[in-house]
C-alpha cells in the first residue's frame, strides 16, 4: 500500500488499494480510475475534487461495489469488499450509505416521505411498525424537517433543498459508519446549499459520520474537508490536509484549479489565461503524465514516465515529477 | 451623456399556472449605456431568465408582458415579428446555458454559422465560410477548419459554448444577453469562457447582460450589478461599490452563504433560513422579510421601493438597509 500523509493519525475505516475501473466503449477500453491509493480514516471527511469526467463520481460508486472495480481492492473497516458478494455484501452495504446530487430524481415520486425514509428498515427486517415509525420521526427531525408535515406528502411537493434533506434521512436511517456524498450541493441554490453543508457537518457529528465528499467545488469543499484528494482524467494527482492542499498546492492542476474559481470580490482581478485548454478525451489520455497537455511545467519526461505518488516536504502527497512545492 | 441602449420601464411578467397567476419579474426598471456589462444576480426562480427573455422578446406564449421595453430608442413590444427576427442577430444575440439545446445537432458547425451570416449579413458562400473560420479561431477553437465539418456531439461542451459564442457574436449585436452562459461547465473552461466574452465585450464595445446565480461570476467582469429577489430588483449599484457597501440584507446574505477559500474547514456557514415565498402567493411587504433578520412590521405590511436616498449610484429596496460603514467593515 502507498505511505499515506501523516495527518491521518487515526486508522483508516476506508481504503482504496491500487483501484482501476474500465468500462467498454465502442470497443475501446476506457480508463475512468486507473491506480488510485486512498484512505479515509473513521471520523474523517476525505473530500474528493476534480472536473467532470476525472472518474470522482466512478470512485464513489467502486467503493460500494455498485461498478465492480477491474483490478485493486477496497477495504472497509478490515473486510475487503471487492471479495464479497450476493448476501455478505448486501450485509455490508448497511454501513456504508450514497447521496446523490439531484435530490429530486433519487426520491420515487409516487411514495410518501414516511415511506421512502421507512424503506431501508424493511429490507433489513424490522418488522414493529411502531420502532419503524419512531426512528422514521427521529431521522426526519435530525434533518429538519417536521415529521407530521412531510410524513404522508410526495417529493414533488418539496423544493430541492427539502429533498436533499429527505435523501439524508434515508441515508442515516440504518445509522451508516461511511457516507459517500457524490455532489450533494451541486444541484442547489446558493442559500438553501450552506444550510445543506451545515447539516451534513451537523450528521456528521451527531451520528459520527466518516463522509467521502465529491464535489467539483473547491470552495465547498473546502468547506467541510478534514484532508483533500485531486483527481485528473482517473488518475490521483495530489492528496493531503486542506489548508495544506489549498495554501501551497504541489500539483500544477491543483494550482490551475484554485487560480480558475471565480471569486466574490471585485478588488481580485481574475487572472486571465491561466487555465489553457480542456481535458483530453479519457478514452485516449496522453502518455506519462495525464495533465502533462496542459501543464506549464511540463518536459520530456513528463511524456515519457508516469509519476508517482509521493510525499512532499509540506506532508502532503503529490503525483508529478516538476512539483510546485520543489521551486 | 449618451442615451442608454436598452432601457426597462417597469417591465412585468406573469404566467398563469394552474395555482393562479405567477408574477416571475414584477416591475422592473433597468438602463444599460452602450458598451456596459450588466450583471443579473440571483437564485433560481428569482426571475432573472423571465426578465432575459422579456429584453429577447422570447417569452412563452402565455406570458403577459407589461412595461415597456426600449431598446436603441424602438418599444421592442410594438414591433413585428418580421422587424424582431431581422434585429437579432445584427443588433441583439443571445447565448444561453446548455450549448446542446441551443445548437442545431443535425446541423454541422459551420452549416449553422454560415446560415446565419447569410441570412443576416447576406454574404455569399466563400465569404461567409472564410468568415466562419476567423469567427471559430477569434473563440479560441483549434483547426476551425476541420471544426466546420464537425457536429455538435462531437465537440465538448467547452467548445460547444464557444461555437455558441461565436454564432452570437458573428452579426456585430450591440447587445449581447448570456443567460448562465457557463453553469454548465468546468470550472477551468468557465474561467476560458468568461475571459473570453470579457475580451469581445470589450474588442467590440458591445453592451453586455450577465446573467448568474454566482456573485463570484459578476465580481471582476462587470461595470454594475442588479440583485433580484422574487421577481424584483432589490439592489443596483456599480460593481464594486455593491460588493463594498452592499446595502440590502439578502446580498449580504447571499455573499455570507457562499463558502470561503480563505475560511478553514468546517466553519459554520452563515446560511439564509427558509426559502423565497411562492411566486404565485404575492406577499403585502419585502419578500425578503420571512428570511430576514432585520424585518419588522413595516417590512411585513408594505413594499419597499428601489431607491437611491444617498444620491451615490447605489439603489436598493428596503426598509432598515445595513448602515455604509457595518458594511463596509463586512468584506
Known amino acids: 500500500m502507498m505511505p499515506d500523509?501523516?495527518?491521518?493519525?487515526?486508522?483508516?475505516?476506508?481504503?482504496?488499494?491500487?483501484?482501476?475501473?474500465?468500462?467498454?466503449?465502442?470497443?475501446?477500453?476506457?480508463?475512468?480510475?486507473?491506480?488510485?491509493?486512498?484512505?479515509?480514516?473513521?471520523?474523517?471527511?476525505?473530500?474528493?475534487?476534480?472536473?467532470?469526467?476525472?472518474?470522482?463520481?466512478?470512485?464513489?460508486?467502486?467503493?460500494?461495489?455498485?461498478?465492480?472495480?477491474?483490478a485493486g481492492k477496497v477495504m472497509f473497516d478490515g473486510t475487503e469488499l471487492t471479495a464479497l458478494g450476493g448476501e455478505a455484501l448486501r450485509l455490508m452495504r448497511r454501513?456504508?450509505?450514497?447521496?446523490?446530487?439531484?435530490?429530486?430524481?433519487?426520491?420515487?415520486?409516487?411514495?410518501?416521505?414516511?415511506?421512502?425514509?421507512?424503506?431501508?428498515?424493511?429490507?433489513?427486517?424490522?418488522?414493529?411498525?411502531?420502532e419503524r415509525e419512531r426512528r422514521v420521526r427521529d431521522v426526519l427531525t435530525?434533518?429538519?424537517?417536521?415529521?407530521?408535515?412531510?410524513?404522508?406528502?410526495?417529493?414533488?411537493?418539496?423544493?430541492?433543498?427539502?429533498?436533499?434533506?429527505?435523501?439524508?434521512?434515508?441515508?442515516?436511517?440504518?445509522?451508516?459508519?461511511?457516507?459517500?456524498?457524490?455532489?450533494?450541493?451541486?444541484a442547489l441554490d446558493v442559500s438553501i446549499r450552506a444550510q445543506i453543508l451545515n447539516l451534513l457537518e451537523e450528521m456528521k457529528r451527531r451520528y459520527g459520520l466518516t463522509l467521502l465528499f465529491i464535489a467539483h467545488d473547491l470552495a465547498v469543499v473546502k468547506a467541510v474537508s478534514d484532508r483533500i484528494a485531486v483527481m485528473y482524467l482517473g488518475r490521483l494527482c495530489e492528496i493531503g490536509p486542506t489548508e495544506q492542499v489549498f495554501g501551497s498546492p504541489a500539483h500544477p492542476y491543483t494550482a490551475l484549479l484554485l487560480e480558475a474559481i471565480p471569486l466574490p470580490d471585485p478588488t481580485i482581478v481574475p487572472a486571465t489565461n491561466v487555465a489553457v485548454g480542456e481535458p483530453p478525451s479519457?478514452?485516449?489520455?496522453?502518455?506519462?503524465?495525464?495533465?502533462?497537455?496542459?501543464?506549464?511545467?511540463?518536459?520530456?519526461?513528463?511524456?515519457?514516465?508516469?509519476?508517482?505518488?509521493?510525499?512532499?516536504?509540506d506532508g502532503q502527497l503529490v503525483a508529478c515529477h516538476h512539483p510546485l512545492t520543489e521551486g | 451623456m449618451t442615451s442608454p441602449l436598452l432601457s426597462l420601464e417597469a417591465v412585468?411578467?406573469?404566467?398563469?399556472?394552474?395555482?393562479?397567476?405567477?408574477?416571475?419579474?414584477?416591475?422592473?426598471?433597468?438602463?444599460?449605456m452602450p458598451g456596459r456589462t450588466l450583471g443579473i444576480v440571483g437564485e433560481?426562480?428569482?426571475?432573472?431568465?423571465?426578465?432575459?427573455?422579456?429584453?429577447?422578446?422570447?417569452?412563452?406564449?402565455?406570458a403577459q408582458l407589461s412595461g415597456r421595453v426600449t431598446?436603441?430608442?424602438?418599444?421592442?413590444?410594438?414591433?413585428?415579428?418580421?422587424?424582431?427576427?431581422?434585429?437579432?442577430?445584427?443588433?441583439?444575440?443571445?447565448?444561453?446555458?446548455?450549448?446542446?439545446?441551443?445548437?442545431?445537432?443535425?446541423?454541422?458547425?459551420?452549416?449553422?454559422?454560415?446560415?446565419?451570416?447569410?441570412?443576416?449579413?447576406?454574404?455569399?458562400?466563400?465569404?461567409?465560410?472564410?468568415?466562419?473560420?476567423?469567427?471559430?479561431?477569434?473563440?479560441?477553437?483549434?483547426?476551425?477548419?476541420?471544426?466546420?465539418?464537425?457536429?455538435?456531439?462531437?465537440?465538448?461542451?467547452?467548445?460547444?459554448?464557444?461555437?455558441?459564442?461565436?454564432?452570437?457574436?458573428?452579426?456585430?449585436?450591440?447587445?449581447?444577453?448570456?443567460?448562465?452562459?457557463t453553469t454548465a461547465l468546468d470550472v477551468t473552461v468557465q474561467a476560458q469562457i468568461l475571459d473570453l466574452l470579457a475580451r469581445e465585450q470589450k474588442r467590440r464595445h458591445m453592451s453586455m447582460i450577465l446573467i448568474t446565480h454566482d456573485l463570484g461570476v459578476v465580481a471582476g467582469r462587470t461595470d454594475e450589478v442588479a440583485v433580484m429577489y422574487a421577481g424584483r430588483v432589490v439592489e443596483r449599484a456599480p460593481t464594486s461599490r455593491l460588493f463594498g457597501h452592499m446595502r440590502m440584507p439578502y446580498t449580504e446574505a447571499l455573499l455570507a452563504a457562499i463558502p470561503k477559500l480563505e475560511s478553514p474547514p468546517h466553519t459554520p456557514l452563515p446560511a439564509i433560513?427558509?426559502?423565497?415565498?411562492?411566486?404565485?402567493?404575492?406577499?403585502?411587504?419585502?419578500?425578503?422579510?420571512?428570511?430576514?433578520?432585520?424585518?419588522?412590521?413595516?417590512?411585513?405590511?408594505?413594499?419597499?421601493?428601489?431607491?437611491?436616498?444617498?444620491?451615490?449610484?447605489?439603489?436598493?429596496?428596503?426598509?432598515?438597509?445595513?448602515?455604509?460603514?457595518?458594511?463596509?467593515?463586512?468584506?
Open chain 1, 5 to 70: 500523509s501523516a495527518a491521518m493519525p487515526v486508522a483508516p475505516l476506508l481504503s482504496v488499494e491500487r483501484l482501476t475501473v474500465e468500462y467498454p466503449v465502442a470497443g475501446r477500453i476506457l480508463s475512468a480510475v486507473s491506480d488510485v491509493s486512498l484512505s479515509v480514516g473513521r471520523g474523517e471527511t476525505l473530500g474528493l475534487v476534480g472536473e467532470s469526467g476525472c472518474g470522482k463520481s466512478t470512485l464513489g460508486r467502486a467503493v460500494l461495489q455498485l461498478r465492480r472495480p477491474t
Open chain 1, 95 to 130: 454501513r456504508l450509505q450514497l447521496i446523490f446530487q439531484d435530490p429530486i430524481a433519487s426520491l420515487n415520486p409516487r411514495r410518501p416521505i414516511g415511506d421512502i425514509v421507512a424503506e431501508p428498515l424493511i429490507i433489513i427486517g424490522i418488522t414493529d411498525r411502531a
Open chain 1, 142 to 186: 435530525a434533518v429538519g424537517l417536521d415529521p407530521d408535515l412531510v410524513w404522508r406528502r410526495l417529493p414533488h411537493e418539496f423544493s430541492g433543498g427539502q429533498c436533499q434533506r429527505v435523501c439524508i434521512a434515508r441515508a442515516l436511517i440504518l445509522e451508516p459508519e461511511l457516507v459517500i456524498c457524490d455532489e450533494p450541493v451541486s
Open chain 1, 282 to 313: 479519457p478514452l485516449d489520455p496522453p502518455s506519462g503524465c495525464r495533465f502533462r497537455t496542459r501543464c506549464p511545467r511540463a518536459d520530456a519526461l513528463c511524456a515519457e514516465k508516469i509519476p508517482i505518488l509521493r510525499p512532499t516536504a
Open chain 2, 12 to 32: 412585468s411578467v406573469e404566467l398563469p399556472t394552474p395555482r393562479g397567476m405567477l408574477r416571475a419579474v414584477d416591475k422592473v426598471d433597468l438602463n444599460l
Open chain 2, 44 to 62: 433560481s426562480g428569482c426571475g432573472k431568465t423571465m426578465l432575459s427573455r422579456a429584453i429577447l422578446q422570447l417569452l412563452p406564449k402565455r
Open chain 2, 71 to 181: 431598446f436603441d430608442g424602438r418599444d421592442l413590444a410594438t414591433l413585428s415579428a418580421e422587424v424582431l427576427r431581422r434585429l437579432r442577430g445584427p443588433e441583439l444575440a443571445v447565448v444561453f446555458q446548455d450549448p446542446m439545446t441551443s445548437l442545431n445537432p443535425v446541423l454541422t458547425i459551420g452549416t449553422q454559422l454560415v446560415e446565419t451570416l447569410q441570412a443576416h449579413l447576406g454574404m455569399g458562400g466563400a465569404t461567409a465560410i472564410r468568415r466562419s473560420v476567423e469567427l471559430l479561431a477569434a473563440v479560441g477553437i483549434p483547426a476551425p477548419e476541420q471544426r466546420l465539418r464537425q457536429y455538435p456531439h462531437q465537440l465538448s461542451g467547452g467548445m460547444r459554448q464557444r461555437v455558441a459564442i461565436a454564432i452570437a457574436l458573428s452579426c456585430e449585436p450591440k447587445l449581447l444577453v448570456a443567460d448562465e452562459p
Open chain 2, 273 to 331: 433560513a427558509g426559502r423565497p415565498p411562492d411566486p404565485t402567493r404575492p406577499l403585502p411587504g419585502c419578500s425578503f422579510a420571512p428570511r430576514c433578520r432585520y424585518a419588522d412590521e413595516q417590512c411585513r405590511q408594505a413594499k419597499p421601493p428601489l431607491v437611491d436616498p444617498d444620491r451615490c449610484g447605489g439603489l436598493y429596496a428596503c426598509w432598515h438597509p445595513l448602515a455604509p460603514q457595518a458594511a463596509a467593515m463586512g468584506i
